[in-house]
């Protein structure tokens, strides 16, 4: 097939397209090829690095990110079909300067070897405790007719809730200890 300059011009524009993006609260333009991934997206045009880059195929949670308060995985995300949503990346947790009170005791507790797991296990706990604190229940809650409360999410829970997530370091203990300090800190436990 013989392509000429306008052909070419046309296939790539055909596979372009304008987002407005919200990520970390600030609007952030940009033209990408409709077929990039949100985690592309951030780690290679905004250099929001902080979202790692596991397995690409959505079994490992290093990529997780939480999108209109709901945890996704980057990877397995359009990022053309973030137009108008509020992405929240590790790189937001601490805009202000100081440490949210989860990230507190990630530091507290040890909950990290190596650290490549971890801004993807902050930001599926963040996203659980706002889970718990609205009732939402899990697949390992006993009781459903009644909200799930934060004065009494068993290490069962957070285990089950923490799944998406893994750690090769094998953190786990020392996350759920986290979890559990923040709901303590909290007045739940
Ligand atoms: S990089 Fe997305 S789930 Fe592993
Ligand atoms: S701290 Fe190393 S993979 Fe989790």
Redesign the pocket.
């Known amino acids: 097939m013989v392509m000429n300059d306008t052909s070419v011009v046309t296939t790539r524009d055909v596979r372009a397209v304008a987002v407005a993006f919200r990520i970390n609260g600030t609007d952030r333009p940009l033209d990408i090829d409709v077929r990039s991934t949100l985690?592309d997206v951030l780690r290679e045009k905004l250099q929001l690095t902080g979202t790692?880059?596991?397995?690409?195929?959505?079994?490992?949670?290093?990529?997780t990110v939480i999108i209109d308060g709901q945890r996704v995985?980057?990877?397995?995300t359009l990022a053309a079909s973030c137009a108008g949503q509020d992405v929240r990346t590790i790189e937001g947790l601490a805009s202000t300067g100081s440490l949210t009170v989860l990230q507190e005791a990630f530091l507290e507790c040890d909950a990290y070897q190596c650290g490549f797991c971890t801004p993807g296990q902050i930001m599926s706990a963040t996203a659980l405790l706002d889970e718990v604190r609205a009732g939402v229940p899990s697949h390992v809650t006993n009781d459903v007719s009644e909200p799930v409360s934060t004065k009494s999410l068993s290490a069962e829970e957070i285990r089950e809730r923490m799944s998406g997530n893994l750690c090769r370091c094998g953190a786990y203990p020392n996350i759920v200890a986290a979890v559990q300090s923040v709901l303590s800190k909290e007045g739940g436990q």
């Open positions: 985690l790692k880059k596991g397995c690409d195929q959505g079994t490992c949670g290093a990529c995985l980057a990877c397995l």
